[in-house]
């Protein structure tokens, strides 16, 4: 399979990203393994997840998605090193959506003995959080980095201006930089990433994992 770097990670991916959303939601536990053995075994190697999902189903609590894929590693230890871990911080668990330190510090925590992993591949801020400082979220990826908990940053569901400002923080206070982007992105919505969004992430080098990409199986031919 033929790899392409993730932006400035320093991470190879293959040119296609499993989103994990419907793990312990649409998908049970056992199908969800079949479909990571699948995957993984035709070559890819990134799989993509948050920390919320799914929460918004009935009885659930979040959590569900990233503790499936725990358990798929627990019982396949081989896979660790065959696989990239995505997931993401910042949605709502209960008490709305914060980015801030301390809770990205307890967060992190939870993805990663539901992940069953020491690191995270890639920990995404998953929306924008207008209460918190940007520069407070990157000093608490700082931290992270630093500890050797998670290898790279990304933000997703970012505007071009959000996006702006935190790599302008960033810069201004000398800590790291959101490295990817995911932006909701197919052939039959692209309006939210054509534009300003996409020159900014093509100018400053910054991988881009697109979600929706099938436009929720729209694209897929299943709905006439």
Known sequence: MKTRPLGKTGIEIAPLVFGGNVFGWTVDEARSFELLDAFVDAGFNAIDTADVYSRWVSGHTGGESETIIGRWLKARPARRQQVLLFT???????????????????????????????VIDLYQSHWPDPATPHEETLRAYERLLKAGKVRAIGCSNFSAEQLEASLAAAREHGLPTYQTLQPEYNLADRASYDGPLRDLALREGLGVITYYSLASGFLSGKYR
């Open 88 to 118: 993401k911080v910042g949605g709502d668990m209960g008490s709305g959506r914060s980015l801030g330190a301390r809770w990205i510090e307890t967060a992190v925590e939870d993805s990663l003995k539901r992940l069953a992993t020491d």
